[in-house]
């Protein structure tokens, strides 16, 4: 195992990966990577999963040197003075150099921003604490010594992926980075913000903040204008990452990575996610000002952030491929949800398996039963397709549509019974779970709700790490099961009409579905070679998609499939099972 030693750690280095997921109630801090939109692109460009823990650096970059030879990659605020010693070679930023066993990376000042990171190839590897390697300093959780690095600290680095395929644009990429020097940041109103005067509120908005020296990574105070309140001390409660708070000094501090879980002062606002990695890179004495948006716009700009970031850098690694070129040939999945109809219905759905590489079964709670979901699972072993299972809701009065009052925890004890069900069955027949695809509103409530997604996550976990989980592309729920080290698979849709936002169109538009075998060909055509789709309303959508879905149940269901599978043959596309590629050993 190579090895990092820091010879000087610059005036704060510390090891960060994407933090601390569901620690709020006992008290522990997130922590992680203050601008992890760096970490999570550094990442992807040197071959490491998102999560991959590396060295964040605060104003003044480290000095340090490894054992044996390994590829590294800056991303961050610039550091135009890194060199590699004793040559004095020049560091680029953004793209991975190799630092050789008798050589030295001295790093030097940072410049138009505050944080770099240095992302080596096989991530650090230093002990993992409450499932992340993150240092939290004021504890003293993560790192080998639960503190900042110091002289002759020693990090172990992990073994590189094998020949990583990774997929970027520079276009999308460039974008990116630019954002890193946004200085005006949209914020979404709190629910203590009536605590404020309306006039406080127009001021808040309008009049520049400047970034206070008195800041760190648990949180950002702002000079400026005083805010005023009529609950500067309140009851505790629940703060996250971004949150605004109002002490009784009115002078705002926005909370950081490493904050409290809770907090006894009014929040105003918070800025929104997309947003805080700039926010983290602003410095002491910069001007910024804040924009008010809604919920529904935030979530639309995390839905564009995500889909931006996925294709600005691709990383196919040791997980489910995206559509990408296997000798030459553009390669895709098809899958389609089945047994939802039962045994009635048992030779259509049977149909659809001369022409899908996937399926997802019911598993009894929305639809479906065992004998339906017992004939579907035989025929598709013989058929040679995925096997994969479609839990939901508790809820066949609604068919899984509605989303239900259930707690996290119940949600997760429900998949975690559904999946057992369904992998009994497939056992009984010879064969194996390779994916999980949640239904309906389950599935459309864990792109919004990160809790949901936790449980779907932990569920899928519990019963096998290994499974691949389908999530819409470019929502959250993907990013979330990614820094849960939970395989994923992006999916699009032949048969579903998109938002401009990426979103599927409610099924109460009467345009909701694409019914005409023809156009759903040419959508899938679309999302399988240009990685793109038209919205209802012309607009154009990104998607990068392992998989394409085609419903059983929509009209024409048959032909449909027919023309995506023939408008895909058509084009060079090859169509293969999800991860066919990457199997297990």
């Not at 995390?302 to 691709?314: G, I, M, N, T």
Request: proline share 5%; aromatic share 4%.
């Amino acid at each position: 195992m190579s090895t990092i030693t820091i010879i000087s750690p610059g005036q704060l280095a510390s090891v960060q990966d994407l933090g601390r997921k569901m620690q709020g109630s006992i008290g522990v801090s997130m922590s992680g990577a203050a601008d992890a939109m760096s970490l999570r692109l550094g990442n992807r460009l040197i071959g490491n999963h998102d999560d991959a823990a590396a060295l964040e650096m605060t104003f003044t970059g480290a000095s340090l040197r490894c054992d044996e030879t390994v590829r590294i990659i800056l991303t961050g605020a610039p550091a135009p003075q890194a060199r590699i010693m004793p040559m004095g070679t020049p560091v680029p930023m953004w793209r991975p150099f190799t630092l050789d066993a008798s050589a030295e990376l001295h790093i030097g000042p940072l410049t138009s921003g505050v944080r770099t990171y240095m992302c080596p190839a096989g991530g650090i590897t230093t002990p993992t604490v409450l499932g992340s390697r993150s240092t939290h300093i004021a504890t003293g959780l993560g790192s080998t010594t639960g503190a900042a690095c110091a002289p002759g600290d020693h990090l172990p680095i992990g073994s590189p992926a094998t020949n990583p395929s990774i997929e970027t644009s520079s276009k999308h990429l460039l974008a990116l980075i630019r954002e890193l020097n946004r200085r005006t940041f949209r914020v979404v109103r709190s629910p203590h913000a009536t605590t404020f005067s309306g006039e406080i509120w127009s001021q808040f908005i309008e009049k520049e903040w400047e970034i206070s020296r008195h800041s760190d990574r648990i949180g950002t105070r702002l000079d400026g204008l005083h805010l005023s309140n009529f609950a500067a001390n309140m009851r505790t409660d629940g703060a996250c990452i971004g949150a605004i708070q109002v002490p009784p000094n009115g002078q705002p501090i926005v909370l950081g990575v490493d904050s409290a879980p809770t907090g006894g002062y009014p929040i105003i606002a918070s800025v929104i996610a997309a947003d805080m990695s700039a926010f983290a890179q602003r410095r002491p004495n910069e001007g910024i000002h804040f924009e008010e948006i809604t919920i529904q716009q935030a979530q639309h700009v995390a839905r564009q952030h995500e889909q931006q970031l996925d294709h600005a850098v691709s990383l196919h690694a040791d997980a489910a491929h995206h559509a990408t070129s296997l000798n030459g040939v553009t390669s895709i999945d098809l899958n389609a949800d089945m047994a939802e109809r039962g045994m009635a219905h048992i030779k259509e759905d049977v149909a659809l398996l001369d022409h899908v590489t996937s399926i997802n079964v019911a598993c009894g709670q929305h639809a479906g039963d065992e004998p339906t979901a017992r004939a579907i699972i035989q025929r598709a072993l013989q058929q040679h397709c995925a096997i994969g299972a479609h839990p939901s809701y508790p809820d066949r009065t609604h068919f899984g549509r509605k989303q239900l009052d259930m707690s996290p925890a119940a949600i997760e004890e429900c998949i975690h019974k559904q999946l057992l069900w369904l992998m009994r069955i497939v056992a009984d027949e010879g064969g194996s779970l390779r994916h999980v695809k949640p239904h309906g509103a389950l599935y459309h409530s864990a792109h919004t709700d990160s809790n949901i997604a936790t449980a779907i996550g932990s569920a899928v976990h519990r019963v096998n790490p290994r499974l691949i989980l389908i999530g819409g592309a470019g929502s959250r729920a993907l990013a979330h099961w990614r820094a849960m080290r939970l395989r994923v698979a992006s999916e699009g849709f032949a048969d579903r009409a998109y938002e401009p936002d990426g979103t599927l169109r409610a099924r109460t538009h009467h345009d909701a579905l694409i019914t005409t075998p023809s156009i759903a060909g040419k959508q899938a055509a679309s999302i399988a070679c240009g990685g793109e789709v038209r919205a209802h309303d012309g607009s154009r959508v990104v998607l990068t998609c392992e998989t394409i879905c085609i419903h059983s149940d929509t009209p024409n269901a048959l032909a449909i499939a027919r023309a995506v599978r023939s408008s895909l043959l058509a084009r060079g596309v090859h169509i293969t099972p999800i991860q066919c590629s990457h199997e297990s050993a």
